[in-house]
């Protein structure tokens, strides 16, 4: 079973959620947690004749992705993830594996910047954090 170095990851950042807009890379970013699966709500059926607890799922949802990284202001897509925060838009998100042969496997969505926060200490580089919230259906495509 193959295994793949997480150095090269991508995440880039839409204009809209147009799959044609052109996507642009959120540089300085050190860790990423993409939202591979979906988690689904459960309904509870369980009725007077059950013996124990029946259930049916619900809808799926494509949960959040953690985002964290060094703040730079003057990677065009910082003040993009500020924007998009300030103005609650929906974006249209894309991570680029490094897998593949070929063509990497990639993961898109749309989603809000959800909360976008910094950090600082005594001797330590600026560092932002954001979570991205997914709205709607993810595509994945395999590598090749």
Same mark, same amino acid.
């Given at each position: 079973?193959? @295994?793949?170095?997480?150095?090269?990851?991508?995440?880039?950042?839409?204009?809209?959620?147009?799959?044609?807009?052109?996507?642009?890379?959120?540089? %300085?970013? %050190?860790?990423?947690?993409?939202? &591979?699966?979906?988690?689904?709500?459960?309904?509870?059926?369980?009725?007077? /004749?059950? /013996?124990?607890?029946?259930? &049916?799922?619900?809808? @799926?949802?494509?949960?959040?992705?953690?985002?964290?990284?060094?703040?730079?202001?003057?990677?065009?897509?910082?003040?993009?993830?500020?924007?998009?925060?300030?103005?609650? /838009?929906?974006?249209?998100?894309?991570?680029?594996? $490094?897998?593949?042969?070929?063509?990497?496997?990639?993961?898109?969505?749309?989603?809000?910047? @959800?909360?976008? %926060?910094?950090?600082?200490?005594?001797?330590?580089?600026?560092?932002? $954090?954001? /979570?991205?919230?997914?709205?709607? $259906?993810?595509?994945?495509?395999?590598? $090749?």
């Amino acid at each position: 079973m193959a @295994k793949y170095s997480t150095q090269g990851l991508l995440l880039q950042i839409g204009e809209t959620t147009d799959a044609s807009s052109a996507l642009s890379t959120i540089g %300085n970013l %050190n860790s990423f947690s993409p939202p &591979i699966g979906d988690d689904s709500s459960e309904i509870d059926v369980t009725d007077y /004749t059950s /013996t124990v607890k029946e259930f &049916i799922l619900g809808l @799926k949802d494509g949960g959040s992705m953690d985002v964290s990284g060094f703040w730079d202001s003057e990677i065009p897509e910082h003040a993009e993830l500020i924007s998009a925060n300030n103005t609650q /838009t929906l974006k249209q998100f894309l991570v680029t594996f $490094t897998d593949g042969t070929t063509t990497p496997s990639t993961l898109g969505f749309n989603a809000f910047v @959800k909360n976008l %926060n910094s950090s600082t200490e005594i001797d330590d580089a600026f560092q932002f $954090t954001a /979570t991205l919230r997914v709205s709607g $259906t993810k595509t994945y495509t395999p590598a $090749t």
